[in-house]
């Protein structure tokens, strides 16, 4: 689950249904696609309310000349003219919106489903859907402007990109995108040195994009990721650990990981060995927890080997406060990936105790191939942990 | 209580109550306030389309239309 994507979602959903942002608190808790399936659902709820009538008042302005569905729309206001439109034909409701001032047509945007107006987008001229988003972009609108993007030529997109100057503005039309595949593309659209504007933003305390960029960062594809993630990491250490502390915060770790994960080798070095990870225990237990619920055991395990030896001894520390269950599904990720070293070192700074309990689950592993066996006992000793594999009977 | 209001929001949304399932696992409270709050934005819908249509439209055919509303469920 994409926590910051199901934010976004959740900010949707209540504009949708007229309520306040903070009305339905428990709608954060819920995940992503299912937020949006209920989106969806209203949607259709909202449309499908008297819609006989919208259908006929649209039969009606479909006889009608342009130019006296013009005022029509502008006494309806933009709620009816959306419904009415939204039941029009593709061809004849565009020849209408071009004589729409922007600014109405942007009031109109966000009483529309944009999958039910597919047709009608596509035929809006391109100077057009530019001037309508710069006014949702004016009216601070981002989470209507998001929800036409997928809808959007790769034409009209660019020209946007191109039209909008302030890539603040860019980030917050992008956290509330419907389709986070497409991130990827959008972004390369920018030229790089906006690319790197934008997520230099992460600097400027006094806007708060830290949600706007690392949901970008989480969003894109691998490549985008450590291209990103590489440009703020390599911010001062001051940066990064405001960064973590929102992280923590508000508890992203499940998207913050594949992007730690993707960094470049020097970054990698500098943020594993941040004094915040060392010192806070609550920060490597929620990281712990997060690389178990999300599965990440493989991404986070290398990185040991990147710490230094007081942050590897509180890694060590808190890995042993992780449930079995934990323990064992970790030890699984390192038979997959051939992840001993990371993990053998892991567990010889652990007490005695939580050794043995590693090596009790080693030991159902044993059988599964002799090589494997004889390799990992070998490890295992040269870690000084043959007293803990003898108690599981492991020679 | 609380899965009789999930079923009530899945009917009111017209939708298999197993296509919302993240849903049932909401407080009873929570559902209830949900529910009404949809309930809330139907309703505001229909406000805005009658004021609308009553600011707008001229005497015979907003009587027409208007009555057609006030019949609709």
Request: aromatic content about 4%; charged content about 25%; hydrophobic content about 50%.
């Amino acid at each position: 689950m994409n926590t910051l994507a199901a934010r976004a979602e959740a900010v949707k959903l209540h504009q949708l249904l007229g309520a306040d942002a903070t009305s339905l608190p428990f709608l954060a808790r819920l995940p992503e696609t299912q937020l949006r399936r209920l989106r969806d659902a209203v949607s259709e709820r909202l449309f499908a309310q008297d819609q006989a009538l919208f259908r006929r008042l649209a039969a009606v302005a479909a006889q009608l000349p342009v130019l006296l569905v013009i005022p029509l729309c502008r006494a309806f206001g933009p709620m009816l003219s959306a419904r009415i439109v939204g039941e029009m034909p593709a061809k004849r409701a565009a020849a209408c919106a071009v004589h729409l001032p922007a600014d109405f047509i942007a009031r109109i945007c966000v009483h529309i489903d944009p999958r039910r107006a597919r047709d009608l987008i596509g035929r809006i001229p391109v100077r057009q859907v530019v001037s309508i988003a710069l006014k949702l972009v004016e009216n601070g609108d981002y989470p209507t402007a998001g929800r036409f993007v997928d809808f959007l030529s790769d034409e009209a997109i660019q020209a946007v990109l191109d039209t909008v100057p302030d890539e603040a503005d860019l980030l917050r039309i992008a956290f509330y995108v419907d389709s986070r595949n497409r991130l990827d593309h959008l972004i390369r659209m920018l030229p790089e040195a906006r690319r790197r504007k934008a997520v230099l933003l992460v600097l400027d305390e006094q806007s708060d994009l830290l949600d706007e960029i690392l949901s970008l960062i989480t969003s894109v594809g691998y490549s985008l990721k450590r291209e990103l993630g590489d440009l703020a990491a390599a911010q001062d250490v001051a940066v990064i650990a405001r960064i973590i502390h929102r992280v923590q915060e508000q508890g992203l770790w499940g998207d913050l990981l594949p992007v730690v994960a993707s960094l470049s080798e020097a970054n990698l070095r500098k943020v594993a060995n941040l004094p915040i990870l060392r010192d806070d225990p609550q920060v490597l237990d929620s990281l712990l927890l997060a690389a178990d619920e999300h599965e990440l055991w493989r991404s986070i395990l290398p990185l040991v080997e990147m710490l230094d030896d007081t942050t590897r001894n509180a890694f060590a520390l808190a890995a042993t406060r992780v449930g079995p269950a934990a323990i064992k599904r970790a030890a699984h990720a390192v038979l997959v990936g051939e992840l001993w070293e990371p993990m053998l070192d892991l567990v010889r700074r652990m007490p005695f105790d939580k050794q043995c309990e590693f090596a009790g689950v080693l030991n159902g592993f044993r059988g599964v191939d002799p090589d494997l066996d004889r390799r990992i006992a070998a490890r295992a000793s040269a870690h000084g942990l043959s007293p803990a594999l003898a108690s599981v009977g492991i020679a | 209580m609380s899965a009789q209001i999930f079923e009530r929001v899945a009917a009111n949304l017209r939708r298999p109550a197993d296509t919302l399932s993240a849903l049932s696992g909401l407080a009873s409270e929570e559902l209830e306030a949900l529910d009404r709050t949809i309930e809330e934005a139907c309703k505001r819908q229909r406000d805005e389309v009658t004021t609308a249509l009553r600011r707008a439209l001229p005497q015979p055919l907003r009587s027409l239309i208007l009555g057609k509303l006030a019949g609709r469920t």
